[in-house]
């Protein structure tokens, strides 16, 4: 392997500019050439494609976003948009792919191998968490502390003013953010996808804290709760509820966004690091990811099919902790 | 003056415990008893009133809200409730009070003093900085870098997928927290109350970013900007602007809470102990503030009647800036 | 089991307090008694010790440092001062204890039990990570994080003057809060007492970045290292560097506050519950940790006795990252 | 006026950054070519000058350091040295400089203008808050927070261990980040160059404190107190303290860094566009500033000669709050 292009897709995730930091810098130690890719799939077909040196990736190993850009691309799931997306890659003479996205990014990648046999290697970079076959996926768990730092600042104005408060945070699919930020934020109740919370749990958990007279209380609900998201919780709640003052609030894309922590900069570096030397040994349609402390390459089918459950751990402790 | 309480009232502030510390130990460094009601008037009227001690104070400088709680009280706005009040206060030998808080707290302390003749001294507890008689409000500087904050981190994201950004930020009456970290997020326009901003010049600064190939673009909105709050902007923008993709956050609760600036514990400080020389000295019905680094006192017909106007030369900034 | 207590003891750390708080919270749940132990075994010996129920731990959750205080006790350490200890908890009919802290705290709770049979279960609190046990202690990821921020922040300056930076971070034996914070932080070198760095090879990477006009390079050293702290290495290397300016900064005591991150409130959430579930099913003389995401309990001798190595990816990384 | 050049000098702050910027913008505003010198005088003598767009500047607001680079000069302070700068600057026709910096920038502006004509106009660029002329410098308010967030983290372990803490911050000449950070961080007692405070008051502020039973106590030292740093004076307090634990932390250069806050880069946008119009104007040798929220322009010839005094107030207050 004499040649590489890595990428960002899909949504941004604080992180994704460590990684392909990591991947430039292994490339080089390992005298690979190295090309970024910019906007994604996007950037492959219209051959928006540089050349990177050491140099070019300094100094941003502490940013959010992704420099290289991110964007959807409906002309990939096209086969002329991969033709042309090929044709691009042939012509600087790239033999192999490094993705850093998720399981959209991940699913084209594998059909573009079945039909030009240009191998890549995928890193997980969503604030989600919610891919198999990775603990925890670059950005999450930034996107976790920044939800908690909103909770914090909310519970001090909630404190204030004995209110309860409804707060949504990220998570279609996947609970991971709200489970983690509520345990951290000290929440009364979390409701995510993966469990059914009944709005009866909700009204009794609030009634029960007004007995033992909390002065405020806060829930953190997933946005893609069976439920619904915050407001349609509140809203369902709110007539059984005859004191205390209701707020919703809804953290939104400022958990997209912001300086990775320790964690996310250390394992988008381990996993930019793995995928240049998945590359060279030879490894396609794989994810790397980190289990238990060691990097491990997963099939992207399996990434793609299986689901990753949140620790059954977590989700007794709620309970234990909102005594 | 023997014996003073001190209160906190309306939407809670970061700085306020610095404020509630100030007047406390300002108070002992007097030799003046001190009491704290919780939840403003409405404490007053319940006698929720506690002794306070220089050590009561310790450890609170840095923290968000209000321990002394805050609260609507429709009760204070009947005869009866402020009668009930007075003999609280009475009972206690109160002889005068510290209020932190905004306008609806300065209008019931008026009345109060009109009835009963108990002297109040205010300080500008209020993120909003819509209060006549100093240039900046307690709680104001720490809400304009929490939404520097969110700015920062939404233009991560913003960056990365070449998105048009709509950020509602708190201010029903006033835009200082919009223009404020409007300019210093780099926001392409904001949108306040105190002027008109007609929604063809938000459809032309987008347009005109776009043709210098601005890949992302962010508008601040205040909560009561004339054309609606962000929501209703976006939704008034979005059939002009055709390429692009456009998002709406509101920052919500976040801006109310957190641990203070320094500039809100200093500006905290300082008029705590002005409040309290401020009766000692025989001053009512006046609210602290500080003007060109002076304090000052401004009576309260004054911070309710007349209104603050934003510095010209910020909402000029503004558009030299976005060029 | 009926009635236990709990103390903090050794250095602090970030997340002792959301410890605490799992303790009682679960102890309430269990319908367990609880009582919290100020200033470690010297409390004990003093009999400082108070009931605490559900709402004594509210809202600390999110707290650095000890509520429940932290100090040394060498009376402890005499057969006298355990008599002592034992006294004061036979009077309050405590049966058993749970010690959040070190090697140090652990010691003396082997002792007591082999002489008093109270059965004590520990959690790890030290920012260092130096503990057998557990993948993370309680306090390391905030560590981390804090000393993360400070290397940002002289990032900027370095890079502006063109300089080369020594910074020194804890951890007398153990190297990890360096290379976490290091690797984290884009460090050129990171210098730990589990591995020797020759001065010369320090040397080396100064002059190679030179030649590479890298403007500046940042080397983190722990407190710890073979070689000295960072002014004795700046000093070594010193004549060595005819060119650059070479400035030293010791992080000190910011890296042992502040509040703790996302990962050490829900580690310390989760072994606080541990704990006390540790002690109603009769373990003693064992500290809960987690490790590879799942609770386990490991025998005080091997906390105290053996040593955790660095995963050599991470020291791996470092050198592949600053090429 | 037709081609400026801006450079920064002298110690780096943060919002530097942010000042380019409205430079730049500003520039581009009214129809003027600007250019970016790199390293401050060294880059003026060596060419090292590049033409600067609105795009240049775009994502810079928010980072700290100077992008430009930052260096001292001996060259400059020579004649030969000036002439090669005038010819560079002659070559690409450059009528007018901005220069971000402190009193040494200005003095080397000023003889520069007396040999050759040049015209410069200023900005305060320190975080110091030094420079008559202007109510505060660019970079003086996020210092101020940045050592106000390690006062905070100080205090959660100082509480934790009853102990003593000297913080020694930045401030060679003046006190300013040593009064505000002190003042925010409820600090005991502030150190500062401004006022003598002899050791004895020192030893009787933490006797008295013992003696109401303080738990922990925080001295602020600015770096250039007449008693020395925060070292030399905990040796010479050691002795008098029997009790409690002393321990020494020196902020050192964490504090240049860091993303600049909201008043940091608004009054760095503000002085940036100011100094633009002031060249335009015809003004020379002068020091854009604000002074009671209004731009004013002040001689170099006062920067440089007079002192600005800290606000009485502020030291009054370090006593009253001690209390």
């Known amino acids: 392997m004499k040649r590489i292009a890595v990428f960002t897709s899909g949504g941004d995730a604080p992180g994704m500019n460590a990684c392909v ?5 292994a490339a080089v130690y390992y005298g690979i050439e190295v090309y970024g ?6 950037g492959m077909i219209k051959g928006d494609i540089v050349k990177l040196e050491s140099h070019s990736v300094s100094n941003i190993v502490q940013k959010g976003g992704t420099l290289l850009k991110s964007a959807r691309s409906d ?12 044709d691009q890659l042939q012509n ?5 792919l490094i993705a850093i996205g998720g ?33 925890n996926t670059i950005g999450f768990d930034t996107a976790v502390n920044t939800a908690l730092d909103a909770i914090d600042k909310i519970r001090d104005t909630a404190d204030s003013h004995d209110r309860i408060f ?44 007004w007995t033992r007279s909390k002065s405020s209380s806060i829930i953190v609900v997933a946005e893609g709760d069976e439920e619904g998201g915050a407001n349609e919780v509140s809203i369902k709640v709110k007539e059984h509820i005859p004191y205390g003052d209701i707020k919703v609030t809804l ?12 964690q996310d900069r ?3 570096s381990r996993l930019g690091v793995a995928a240049v030397e998945g590359l060279m040994a030879g490894r396609k349609n794989v994810m790397a990811g980190v289990i238990n402390n060691e990097v491990v390459f997963t099939p992207f089918h399996d990434t793609i099919t299986k689901r990753k459950p949140i620790h059954p751990d977590l989700i007794r402790l709620v309970n234990i902790l909102s005594v």
Chains 1, 2, 3, 4 share one sequence.
């Open 92 to 96: 600087l003479g790239i033999e192999g």
């Open 21 to 25: 930091r990591a991947v430039v810098r």
């Open 103 to 135: 399981n959209g990014t991940f699913t084209g990648a594998e059909i573009f191998f079945n039909e030009y046999g240009i191998p890549t290697v995928g890193a997980p970079g969503t604030i989600d968490n919610d891919l198999y076959g990775t603990d």
């Open 37 to 42: 890719i910019r906007r994604g799939y996007n």
């Open 266 to 268: 250390i394992l988008a």
């Open 75 to 86: 002309e990939f799931r096209t086969a002329e948009g991969r033709k042309k997306a090929f």
């Open 166 to 209: 409804f707060i949504e945070v990220m998570g279609r699919d996947s609970g991971y953010i709200a489970i983690q930020s509520g345990l951290g934020g000290g929440a009364e109740l979390v409701m995510v996808p993966e469990t059914d919370t009944a709005i009866e749990e909700v009204i009794e958990t609030l009634k029960s804290g």
């Open 251 to 262: 953290l939104g894309h400022v958990q997209r966004g912001g300086s990775p922590t320790a």
